[in-house]
């Protein structure tokens, strides 16, 4: 069946242009997930979203980040005025619900910020 | 967030079962135990979780102590395709996972 899907898989962009990273969840599962990952890192919580309820966002760095989940499915996340250190690779993942459900990943949008 | 500690590295021979160590003293009853893996240039993999008893599945096995506060991810026969990242995580009730820095494996020919 269909796994999450991330749209594009990589994205070159200039300092301070704004870019949307998109996410496309496996259908039915109410838990999003976005992490970012640096090279050679771990990987790093930024939001959580889980059905109708108000999203956890307190993993995002900075107020030039942000995101939004339309109709309980699709997420994008905004990164406004990029800087160097935005680049990352950016992963979603999704979940039946926020308990006891394993995580399914997409694999992630690169963006590497020029 | 509740921690885990995993070593940043580890090696197996191929087709020798591999002991994958995680502690997580700060566990709480309702805190499920996660694993993960993640291959070069992939997303994360789910490999299994579980919160009291031991647990098996096609890929793996999992050992969790008796008193919770520390498990062992059991590959039975590495395989060079088993060479990946290996994240231990808690899973409180309905809050975020948090992923380490987790365990590189390295599976030697």
């Known amino acids: 069946g269909a796994g999450v899907s991330q749209s594009p898989s990589n994205k070159v962009t200039e300092k301070g242009k704004d870019v949307e990273l998109r996410c496309d969840p496996i259908?039915?599962?109410?838990?999003l997930y976005w992490y970012r990952q640096s090279l050679g890192q771990g990987l790093e919580f930024l939001i959580y979203f889980q059905g109708n309820s108000a999203p956890d966002k307190s993993g995002l760095p900075s107020d030039r980040f942000s995101a939004e989940r339309t109709g309980g499915s699709v997420s994008t996340l905004t990164i406004q005025r990029t800087q160097q250190e935005d680049s990352a690779v950016y992963l979603c993942?999704?979940?039946?619900?926020?308990?006891?459900?394993?995580?399914?990943f997409g694999n992630g949008t690169r963006l590497t910020v020029t | 967030d509740a921690k885990t500690t995993q070593p940043n590295s580890m090696e197996s021979n191929e087709e020798e079962p591999v002991h994958l160590p995680c502690n997580h003293s700060t566990i709480s009853g309702t805190d499920y135990i996660h694993w993960y893996r993640q291959l070069p240039s992939q997303g994360p993999e789910y490999v299994i979780h579980g919160l009291t008893s031991n647990v098996n599945n096609r890929m793996a096995s999992l050992a969790i102590a008796e008193d919770r506060k520390s498990s062992t991810l059991i590959l039975h026969r590495a395989t060079l395709r088993d060479a990946a990242v290996y994240y231990c995580i808690l899973n409180p009730a309905g809050n975020q996972f948090y992923f380490g820095t987790g365990t590189s494996l390295t599976v030697i020919p």
């Open positions: 993942a999704s979940s039946l619900d926020s308990y006891n459900s394993p995580l399914h």
């Open positions: 259908s039915g599962h109410t838990a």
